[in-house]
């Protein structure tokens, strides 16, 4: 069967197709770093991809403060089965590097990606060059700030990135333990990108859980990311979900224990926050790398389409044509 350059199919339908699994089997295949293997990653690597023959984008996927990327199959398999290929490496072992230690060790996967990817990839499967999309959460979403801005020291100038996605970002513990490299500037729309931004947040992300910090603090948040991007951008809080809520559920070992306590969690499903976030990207990387702007309008015009309470309203900010 030959390969196509995969371009998504978009529905007119009311609820938008984005927030639904999309019609690609998928697969997950892990890849570690290797002395006899030229073509192994700098970092151990999970990547999830289409199964169908095709060219697809690549979207890197940082997890979170700690984390671990297996945490978020559900949330990458939504996105992969729309017709993306996502790489999502582990940036730390048992305690996280420094924060500048993990912008370069992202910067040092992109490059692994854009020259070694195609060895792990499926039989027909191919990354297509043209588009590459950061997405991360938590530290991770800073992280994907952190390189799109230039703050890695490692990535090959050439490359480029065509969207940016932070979910729940969070730039430290307050505004005096701040985590490298200090990318907030605090003043508006001085982040200097030229790429389509979406920022998603959580209402619970602020709050304290029992005697612990928020996980989200505020000044450190997806607010403050919102406010130091400039146009394209857009912006949707999850208002009852917390900073954790869109990873998977049953989390292994202490890490996942710890990960499912340490922060204020929401009382509702968390598959239906696992569907808004994916969703969300999904319907974002339409917008930004195939020009269709139906799905991300009709969810800002209309919240109620969201699987999760929107509050406040959603923003889009876009340029001005011409």
């Known amino acids: 069967m030959a390969a196509i350059d995969y371009t998504p199919t978009f529905s007119s339908a ?10 690609l089997p998928t697969t997950v295949i892990t890849t570690d770093p290797s002395e006899n293997d030229l073509t192994a990653p700098p970092k151990p690597v999970k990547i999830t991809s289409p199964t169908v023959p095709g060219t697809y984008p690549v979207v890197l996927f940082f997890h979170g403060f700690y984390l671990r990327n297996y945490y978020y199959s559900d949330v990458l398999n939504h996105v992969a089965s729309h017709g993306y290929i996502l790489v999502a490496p582990q940036l730390c072992k048992l305690l996280p590097p420094g924060g500048q230690v993990e912008v370069d060790d992202a910067g040092k996967v992109i490059n692994w990606a854009s020259k070694n990817l195609k060895a792990h990839l499926p039989n027909s499967v191919n990354a297509n060059g043209k ?6 959460h938590s530290r991770g979403g800073k992280t994907a700030f952190a390189v799109a801005l230039g703050h890695a020291a490692t990535l090959d100038p050439s490359l480029k990135f065509s969207a940016l996605i932070g979910i729940d970002p969070v730039a430290g513990v307050n505004k005096y333990i701040r985590t490298d490299p200090h990318i907030l500037t605090y003043k508006p729309e001085s982040f200097d990108l030229n790429i389509p931004v979406t920022v998603v947040g959580t209402g619970l992300g602020p709050e304290q859980n029992t005697v612990m910090p928020p996980c989200a603090p505020t000044g450190l948040n997806h607010e403050e990311f919102y406010k130091e991007c400039k146009a394209t951008k857009a ?3 999850a ?3 917390g900073h954790m809520d869109m990873l998977d559920d049953d989390l292994p070992g202490f890490v996942g224990f710890m990960a499912g306590c340490l922060c204020k969690n929401g009382k509702g499903k968390k598959s239906e926050m696992r569907r808004f976030v994916g969703g969300i990207v999904v319907a974002f990387l339409k917008y930004a790398l195939w020009g269709d702007k139906s799905e991300i309008r009709q969810i800002v015009k209309d919240p109620s389409v969201s699987p999760v309470k929107l509050e406040p309203s959603p923003e889009l900010e876009e340029l001005a044509s011409g």
Do not use: C, N, Q, R
Not at 16 to 21: D, G
Not at 131 to 136: D, I, R
């Open 14 to 23: 009311e609820t938008p197709t984005a927030f639904e699994i999309g019609s």
């Open 131 to 136: 588009y590459t999309a950061l997405v991360g």
């Open 235 to 237: 912006h949707f809080v």
């Open 239 to 241: 208002a009852d979900y």
